[in-house]
């Protein structure tokens, strides 16, 4: 199973660590094509020696490749918003992870779509044992 990991960059780095550890969590299912999501020297500047159009090239030919779309979509995001509505234009299959927080609700354009698997969860051990149940 090919998965396109999706996880803010300019949208703002604080959730960086958990990416990496979703990201790693996630190779137990198949090979995630964007580790770089988890990286931890990319800041939400979010660019180290390729160009905007470099990036949505090589993105977008990675979300056709993909058999699935998996994007924590907890910090909001234009770019992670983008690829979830390309990936559906594309029929993928798309999964949310949502890390419930007081005073946040997650966009309704994503929460009213029901194509969307979403995972609500509020810690990383959690999401793991939620995780299993799908794909194990
Ligand atoms: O609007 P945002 O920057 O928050 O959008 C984040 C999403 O866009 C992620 O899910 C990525 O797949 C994609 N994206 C944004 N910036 C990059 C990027 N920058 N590289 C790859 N995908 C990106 C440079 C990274 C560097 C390691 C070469």
Redesign the pocket.
Known sequence: MKIYF??????GREDKDLYLEIINFLKNYGEVL?E??G?KS?SSY?????TDEE?YT??TNWIHEADIIIAEVSTP????GY?IAFAESLNKRIVLLYREAEGKRLSAMLKGNNKFEIINYSNFEELKSLLDLKFK
């Open positions: 999706a996880g803010s960059i300019r949208g964007t770089h999501v990286d990319l979010g660019q180290k020696s390729m990036i090589k993105d995001s234009l770019g992670v690829e």
